[in-house]
């Protein structure tokens, strides 16, 4: 669904990004709900929380932020970068990389192998010293990170795009230990976050699976998420030596020249919060 709205946001006018690698690899799952969602028949234009115009303004927004982070950790002279659950991120194809930047891309194999095969057979070259890594975040992915290079002397730009509401507490926490394990001084981070500790709560999962029904995408999102009290991102990062900048969803769009958000938006968005942090 991610990569779908990644395509429809690359076809808006003036649009800020260019996957043009969404497209086609949405097509070569061949979920047909998704491809109906990219071509238009499916979407509700008077629904705002799955018109186009929303769906491709929300994806948009989210796109750009974890590209510029990218972009300025590479122009601040970091040089290797780590995509937590990748999914069908294009960003290692697709981004104007500095000469000798390495990006690492880890996901369960079979994600990892689709991609890579689907992408070789569309021609595609990355544009970067990109290493995908298949393994499931609950398996030791440090140590799989390690053995393909992975220099722990040397800063590291790190996302987890879109990841902590489909990870345990317990989990999320796991995750930025682990990830500060691995990093030098002057390593940044950049993530989503709800400030309720309750993270993305159930009747909120609940008012989205209803609207994307009407469109033909049976999603149970209640059971897709984790539920109860969690550390705030926020709260933990700085915790633990970070430095923490947040900006509220509503103040991305605002950055991004989009009006603001219908209510029924923000009542499901409206405390989601983007994250970047730079360690010590």
């Not at 317990?170 to 390593?187: C, E, H, K, P």
């Amino acid at each position: 669904m991610v990569a779908a709205q990644r395509a429809m946001a690359s076809r808006q006018p003036s649009a800020l990004l260019d996957d043009h690698l969404a497209d086609p690899l949405v097509r070569a799952v061949g979920l047909a709900p998704f491809v109906r969602m990219m071509d238009g028949e499916t979407t509700i234009e008077d629904d705002p929380l799955v018109s186009r115009r929303s769906l491709s303004e929300q994806m948009a927004a989210r796109t750009r932020f974890f590209d510029d982070f990218f972009t300025a950790s590479a122009d601040a002279g970091i040089r290797q970068a780590v995509i937590l659950a990748s999914g069908l991120d294009t960003r290692a194809y697709r981004l104007n990389w500095p000469a000798g930047m390495v990006v690492y891309e880890i996901d369960q194999p079979q994600v990892i192998d689709f991609k890579t095969r689907t992408l070789a057979g569309l021609g595609a070259a990355p544009t970067a010293d990109r290493r995908p890594i298949g393994i499931d975040l609950r398996d030791d992915w440090p140590a799989a990170l390690r053995q393909h290079g992975f220099d722990v002397t040397q800063p590291t730009a790190w996302i987890a795009e879109g990841l902590l509401v489909y990870l345990p507490p317990d989990a999320q926490d796991r995750l930025f230990d682990n990830v500060a394990a691995l990093s030098a001084a002057g390593s940044r981070l950049a993530t989503d976050d709800f400030a309720d500790p309750a993270g993305f709560s159930g009747e909120r999962a609940q008012q989205l699976a209803e609207r994307f029904s009407r469109v033909g995408l049976d999603l149970n999102m209640p059971e897709l998420i984790y539920h109860g009290e969690r550390s705030t991102v926020i709260d933990y990062l700085e915790t633990h030596g970070w430095n923490v900048i947040a900006r509220t969803f509503q103040e991305l769009y605002a950055h991004n020249g989009f009006d603001v958000p219908d209510d029924e938006v923000l009542a499901v968005f409206g405390e989601l919060r983007y994250v970047t942090s730079t360690l010590g």
